[in-house]
T-cell receptor, first 115, second 111 residues
Framework: DSGVTQTPKHLITATGQRVTLRCSPRSGDLSVYWYQQSLDQGLQFLIQYYNGEERAKGNILERFSAQQFPDLHSELNLSSLELGDSALYFC??????????????FGPGTRLTVL | DAKTTQPPSMDCAEGRAANLPCNHS???????VYWYRQIHSQGPQYIIHGLKNNETNEMASLIITEDRKSSTLILPHATLRDTAVYYCIVSSNTNAGKSTFGDGTTLTVKP
C-alpha cells in the first residue's frame, strides 16, 4: 500500500460524458501527478500540481483539466469523452516538486471505460 | 528531460541476480536516475534513485557509470514476484514533474 488513494476504482461511461477522478496523496506529500496508461502503452504524464499550483504540464488534452485543493487532494476532470480515452489513470504523489525528494508513490489507478 | 533506452525484455532465473541496464547518454548534471516497476496493471512502484553515486536499499542496488551515461539496476536474488515491467527515467532538479516513462524492460523471472 503506497498510501495514495484513488476513487473510483472502475468507471464505465458513454461517449460525450464528463467524469471526475479523485486522488488523495500520501500524508505530507505536496505534489500530485496524473498519468494516463492506455492498453499496451506506457505511462503518459498529464499534469503535476505542487501545493495547489500547477507545476508541470505534459500531453494533457484541452478536454481534460485538473486541480489540487487546499487539503492537497486532487481531481482530474475528463469531458466530452471519446472511446480513445478508455485507459488506466494513475495518480502519484511526492514530497517535493523536483530534485531529490521526487520519488513518486502511485495509487492503484482508476480504470475508465468509455462505451 | 533526457531520454532513456532499455532492452524490451529480459529473462532471469529465480534466485539469481537480475541486472537491468539503462542508457541515458544525454543526461545532464542536475538529472537524477529513477527506477520504478509495474506489476501487471498495478500502480508503478518506486524502487531506487541516484545522482552519481551507487545506491542500495532493501529492494535493489543502482550502479551509475562514472560518466553517468548509463546505469544498471540490480535485483540481487530475483523471485517470481519480481516479474514486472521496469522503468528507468531521468528527472531534472527543476522540472521533475515531466518524467518520461518509456516502454521499460519486461523482466520475466523463471523457476
Amino acid at each position: 500500500d503506497s498510501g495514495v488513494t484513488q476513487t473510483p476504482k472502475h468507471l464505465i461511461t458513454a461517449t460525450g460524458q464528463r467524469v471526475t477522478l479523485r486522488c488523495s496523496p500520501r500524508s505530507g506529500d505536496l505534489s500530485v501527478y496524473w498519468y494516463q496508461q492506455s492498453l499496451d502503452q506506457g505511462l503518459q504524464f498529464l499534469i503535476q500540481y505542487y501545493n495547489g499550483e500547477e507545476r508541470a504540464k505534459g500531453n494533457i488534452l484541452e478536454r481534460f483539466s485538473a486541480q489540487q485543493f487546499p487539503d492537497l487532494h486532487s481531481e482530474l476532470n475528463l469531458s466530452s469523452l471519446e472511446l480513445g480515452d478508455s485507459a488506466l489513470y494513475f495518480c502519484a504523489s511526492s514530497v517535493g516538486a523536483s530534485g531529490r525528494g521526487n520519488e513518486q508513490f502511485f495509487g492503484p489507478g482508476t480504470r475508465l471505460t468509455v462505451l | 528531460d533526457a531520454k532513456t533506452t532499455q532492452p524490451p525484455s529480459m529473462d532471469c532465473a529465480e534466485g539469481r541476480a537480475a541486472n537491468l541496464p539503462c542508457n541515458h547518454s544525454t543526461i545532464s548534471g542536475n538529472e537524477y536516475v529513477y527506477w520504478y516497476r509495474q506489476i501487471h496493471s498495478q500502480g508503478p512502484q518506486y524502487i531506487i534513485h541516484g545522482l552519481k553515486n551507487n545506491e542500495t536499499n532493501e529492494m535493489a542496488s543502482l550502479i551509475i557509470t562514472e560518466d553517468r551515461k548509463s546505469s544498471t539496476l540490480i535485483l540481487p536474488h530475483a523471485t517470481l514476484r519480481d516479474t514486472a515491467v521496469y522503468y528507468c527515467i531521468v528527472s531534472s532538479n527543476t522540472n521533475a514533474g515531466k518524467s518520461t516513462f518509456g516502454d521499460g524492460t519486461t523482466l520475466t523471472v523463471k523457476p
